[in-house]
């Protein structure tokens, strides 16, 4: 079933082809857009102010003539042309109140699947191995992993990568350590962990910084893992798998799901990446290492930035191992669409990356390749997101104490209603509420903008927060409890007849294209306002009109927009990747 906004453009396209071939605009470009007040009914059209310098008429003329030739009088009460030619539409309540009876058995709550799927790549997270993931990690998995719920959900092939840095100098710095430390290089199976490992790369990292002959042995250590030492190759997987264990952690407490794909993965196609640039005459040599010169790309000093390929000492780097992984998702995966969901600093590397892959033919233009950038998690003071001591925050210690936050403020509110709750509940409760809390902080935000991270703030009950849209939630099914009401077995007539139901009811319908445009834009916060606002307009509705007292038919209906409010909140909340709770 097409929105209204959907219906309204697609009569919008007709009315105005029929004033000139000019008059038709790219057929991607809404020609209706939702009203700004609700005065002007419920969506608004001002296509014939953009068309009449075009056709040379005014465009109140130009308005009259589109409404002519619209057909839209089973969906909305005739139109009206306002100032100097908007176009205003408001929808009929009888098209209103057959969308709802319509949607209340919907499970996709009007989400199409797209007529065409696409098979997307979606790279994020990304953290390094024997490194420990931190706050700046947080944006990158879970605005990437709601990406690709929403990618999923219109019903697209989805293939979830982390491309973990799993390859380079730092392991060569390690296994030299490891040498030193242990005899036999490998420490006892469980004697080590992550934490251990962090404390490993920093003295190595010393040593390596500072003793020239351990930096030497560091790089041949390098060249032999590549090449395929047996014992060297077994103390790197050794690495790989303990900050593997460590990493999952997290992304089974965020709810995430992956598929590691590291730089490893790409190092048998550096070779003939480098070489297939030399061959199209695409790199060149530059004091001793291998370049590809962009269009647009210069230093501060105005002189030509090249994207290094290979270094001067022959070894590979970032962006050789990223235009291999692009070839080979092109190539062998079938990408049609590749996503890179990384920090704003990172932009002008894809750009550069885009680039040779297009001059290469390896991006055909078939194929698109967006860079998602975000911007940082700040202090509450503003100032860059570290612990007291200054160092970075790990996002394990992050969300073990947003748990531990919610935990309290539960207990406390507990204490103050006077219920008991079992500790199973208790601890349940908290882990949701605590993490879905650091998510939705995160996702209500403009992932372009940094924002200031505050614990008091994302679990308050008050203002945009996930607790605030969980307990809406939560207060749907507390009416079904309290009437005994089974929503499977419900199927209610809708008569609406109050404002605050027609605002509701309107806001539902408009659920399929803020998906639709997050699935376009890349923007999850425009997801999280709406949610917002759903929450905000049920519990308006909720306190101004009464649902189990009220007599029939009102009864029925009012029951029918909560469970229909409830079923959005709920794929609302999972496309953001949090989950409800049936109590609170």
């Not at 030497?216 to 190759?233: C, F, I, K, S, T």
């Not at 269009?295 to 590979?316: H, R, T």
């Not at 509420?433 to 940094?450: E, F």
Request: charged share 20%.
């Amino acid at each position: 079933m097409l929105t209204p906004k959907e219906l309204l453009n697609r009569q919008l396209t007709q009315a105005t082809a029929q004033l000139g071939g000019a008059a038709t605009g790219a057929p991607d470009e809404p020609l209706v857009v939702a009203a700004s007040n609700p005065k002007f009914g419920d969506f608004q059209c001002n296509i014939a102010l953009t068309l009449a310098k075009q056709l040379q008429q005014k465009p109140r003329d130009l308005a009259e003539q589109i409404l002519a030739n619209l057909q839209v009088a089973d969906l909305c009460e005739p139109p009206t042309i306002a100032g100097p030619g908007f176009i205003n539409f408001t929808l009929k309540p009888s098209y209103i109140q057959a969308w709802l009876t319509q949607q209340i058995q919907d499970p996709r709550c009007g989400v199409a699947v797209v007529e065409e799927p696409l098979t997307i790549v979606v790279d994020f997270s990304s953290p390094n191995i024997a490194k420990e993931m931190h706050v700046g990690h947080l944006r990158s998995t879970i605005i990437g992993d709601c990406l690709a719920r929403v990618f999923e959900f219109q019903g697209h092939r989805v293939l979830r990568l982390n491309h973990v840095g799993d390859w380079g100098t730092q392991f060569g710095m390690l296994i030299a350590y490891l040498q030193e430390r242990y005899p036999g290089l490998l420490p006892p199976g469980e004697a080590i962990d992550l934490g251990d490992l962090v404390t490993f790369y920093r003295q190595a990292k010393q040593r390596f910084d500072g003793d020239e002959e351990f930096q030497q042995h560091a790089r041949q250590l390098v060249v032999q893992l590549q090449a395929g030492d047996p014992e060297l190759v077994k103390a790197w997987q050794f690495l790989c798998e303990v900050s593997r264990r460590e990493f999952q952690q997290i992304y089974d407490l965020l709810e995430v799901q992956l598929t590691e794909r590291g730089e490893s993965f790409y190092n048998p196609f550096l070779a003939a990446v480098v070489e297939e640039l030399k061959a199209k005459g695409l790199a060149v040599l530059d004091q001793g290492a291998w370049c590809v010169f962009l269009e647009g790309f210069v230093n501060a000093d105005g002189s030509p930035l090249p994207l290094i390929i290979q270094k001067s000492d022959g070894g590979y780097n970032y962006a050789t191992t990223d235009l291999a992984a692009l070839r080979y998702r092109v190539q062998n995966d079938g990408a049609q669409r590749i996503i890179y969901v990384t920090d704003v600093g990172q932009s002008q590397h894809f750009a550069q990356v885009f680039q040779v892959a297009e001059k290469a033919g390896w991006l055909p233009p078939t194929v698109q390749c967006i860079h998602v950038p975000f911007g940082l998690v700040l202090g509450e003071d503003g100032k860059k997101f570290r612990t007291r001591s200054g160092e970075t925050v790990r996002l394990k210690d992050l969300l073990e104490e947003a748990i531990q936050r919610a935990d309290r403020d539960i207990r406390t509110r507990l204490a103050s209603e006077q219920r008991q709750e079992s500790p199973e509940f208790i601890q349940h409760l908290a882990r949701i509420i605590g993490i879905s809390a650091v998510k939705y902080a995160d996702l209500s935000q403009n992932r372009l903008s940094n924002y200031s991270f505050s614990y008091d703030k994302m679990l308050a009950l008050q203002g945009n927060t996930a607790p605030y849209l969980l307990y809406a939630y939560v207060r749907v099914q507390g009416i079904a409890r309290k009437g005994a009401i089974d929503f499977a077995q419900f199927t209610p007539e809708f008569i609406l007849k109050l404002p605050p139901e027609f605002t509701l009811a309107k806001h539902l319908m408009q659920f399929p294209d803020v998906v639709a445009q997050l699935g376009a834009d890349f923007l999850p916060n425009r997801l999280g306002q709406y949610l917002f606002e759903l929450s905000q307009k049920f519990n308006q509705f909720y306190d101004q009109c009464p649902i189990l007292a009220a007599a029939e038919p009102e009864r029925s209906a009012r029951l029918g927009l909560a469970y229909l409010t409830a079923k959005v909140l709920q794929l609302g909340l999972s496309l953001l990747g949090i989950p409800v709770v049936e109590r609170m």
